[in-house]
């Protein structure tokens, strides 16, 4: 009858086990990588994206301002410890999987009551012939300890595994960061070189409208003209002088955006303002939609993330299942420091091993598992959102620089016609042949027009550098 119990309590012990094994059912899915086959019917895998920044820009200023940055910049360097801390949680997990080595030292003294069961029983007991325990009773001991939990599941090396993937992906993040810094540097220099030619064309309509109000007031005093258009030219001269002082607090702040970019406290940015007249955006090679899952540090992240996040699922999987652990001991002890050499009277050791299965109430595990795999999920999604926000900033940008170029002809063209205007307009007024207003018009519309070209130029470079940023270049 008692062996048919200890069958019966075995059986339900393997029953119970066997059910802890059990794993709920996740909802599964697979994610989607594909993207169109080209930009523009262009099967050329040639990209710029392979293209270093040192040979994509050319501008010996910018060159240097970007090169700064990639060592002062305080984000940056906030990323790369970022990036330690990412491979020092590597050394952690591995640590888990590997057997625990420790060294047990200690000393201490013990007194208990005679009439206790300790005490009696240390009373009649001779440790040699005419000899009791010492009282107080001392205790020394040296020895290691050893434990280890055997990694049958693969639990404690997905989760190394896991962090390598993480680990990874804060490379690739800091690769992003990169690319991001480039860009940023370079369209606000860019910017910077817009605003000094709009100041440089404010100061030289500044001189242009005072010399045509001079002549004006000389007309007025010859009876030719009202003093209403002698004001009328002076509000104009005002208001253009008024609006220098705005584009030199532009200037401004744009340095200080680019030195905290650098790392640096505010300084002059070196330029060279004269050549914006002469930039023309470097022709960009797209290669094809497919190789953004190569050269973007963030789809590349993504991935490296959903990597990982698929590991925790099998991590929180062998928690179901039973762990194995083993734990050890070796070393001497004993009462008096005279007996700790004394072999094998002082020698201790011990080995022992456990196995530990949840069986009830399991449903902390549960929740575990799920949320692992809800974040599996969420990682699925991001990787094929940063895939799909990829290929459309491309495709915005490539369709932007054709845009952006029949637009600049245009401005081109209306500027060059604004300027014969302006200058018919002057004669005409000078051989009172055209009213005052006519030439203030003339004036405005073609200061506006010189602005709006130069804010054309300045968003062509600014684009280019965005298709370069897009396709994943900038950050090798």
Not at 159 to 169: M, T
């Amino acid at each position: 009858m008692r062996n048919r119990r200890k069958i019966y309590f075995g059986v339900l012990l393997v029953g119970l086990a066997i059910s802890s094994c059990k794993t709920p059912d996740l909802i599964k899915r697979d994610v989607n990588t594909t993207v169109p086959v080209s930009y523009k019917d262009s099967q050329d895998t040639v990209t710029s994206a392979n293209q270093v920044w040192k040979q994509f820009f050319k501008d010996p200023h910018l060159l240097a301002l970007i090169d700064t940055a990639l060592h002062n910049n305080q984000e940056l360097n906030i990323t790369l410890q970022e990036i330690e801390v990412a491979r020092n949680e590597i050394r952690a997990r591995k640590g888990e999987y590997l057997p625990f080595v420790g060294l047990n030292a200690g000393a201490g003294v013990d007194k208990v009551g005679r009439y206790t069961r300790k005490g009696a029983l240390e009373a009649t007991t001779e440790i040699e012939p005419g000899k009791e325990f010492p009282e107080p009773l001392q205790d020394y001991l040296f020895g290691f300890h050893v434990s280890w939990e055997l990694d049958i599941w693969k639990k404690l090396r997905n989760a190394r595994k896991s962090a390598v993937s993480r680990y990874l992906g804060t490379v690739e993040g800091k690769n992003f960061m990169v690319t991001n810094l480039v860009a940023e540097i370079a369209n606000s220099y860019y910017e910077l070189l817009a605003l000094d030619n709009q100041l440089r064309i404010l100061q030289r309509n500044i001189e242009i409208q005072s010399n045509a109000l001079e002549l004006v007031r000389v007309q007025k005093q010859a009876a030719r003209v009202t003093e209403l258009a002698v004001k009328r030219f002076e509000a104009q001269v005002l208001n253009t002088r008024g609006r220098q002082y705005e584009i030199k607090q532009q200037i401004v702040e744009t340095e200080n955006r680019i030195n905290f970019l650098v790392g640096r406290f505010s300084g002059r940015i070196d330029r060279d303002s004269q050549s914006f007249d002469s930039l023309q955006p470097v022709e960009i090679q797209t290669g094809i939609p497919s190789q953004l899952l190569g050269n973007r540090p963030d789809i590349r992240q993504a991935e490296m993330e959903l990597a990982a996040s698929k590991l925790d699922v099998k991590v929180a999987r062998a928690s179901f299942y039973p762990s194995v652990g083993i734990s050890a001991d070796l070393g001497i002890q004993a009462f008096n420091p005279a007996y700790l050499l004394k072999s094998p009277e002082s020698i201790l050791y011990s080995l022992a091993g456990d196995l530990v299965a949840p069986l009830i109430n399991r449903n902390g595990i549960k929740a575990d598992y799920y949320s692992a795999n809800a974040k599996q999920l969420q990682a699925m999604f991001a990787y094929e959102q940063r895939i799909l926000n990829a290929y459309l900033e491309v495709a915005n940008q490539l369709s932007k620089i054709e845009n952006l170029e029949k637009s600049y002809d245009l401005k081109n063209k209306e500027v060059q016609a604004l300027t014969e205007s302006t200058e018919i307009s002057n004669k005409l007024f000078t051989s009172a042949r055209a009213d005052y207003m006519e030439v203030l018009l003339t004036q405005r519309e073609a200061l506006e027009s010189r602005f709006d070209l130069i804010e054309i130029r300045k968003q062509q470079m600014n684009t280019m550098v965005n298709v370069y940023k897009s396709l994943g270049g900038g950050w090798r």
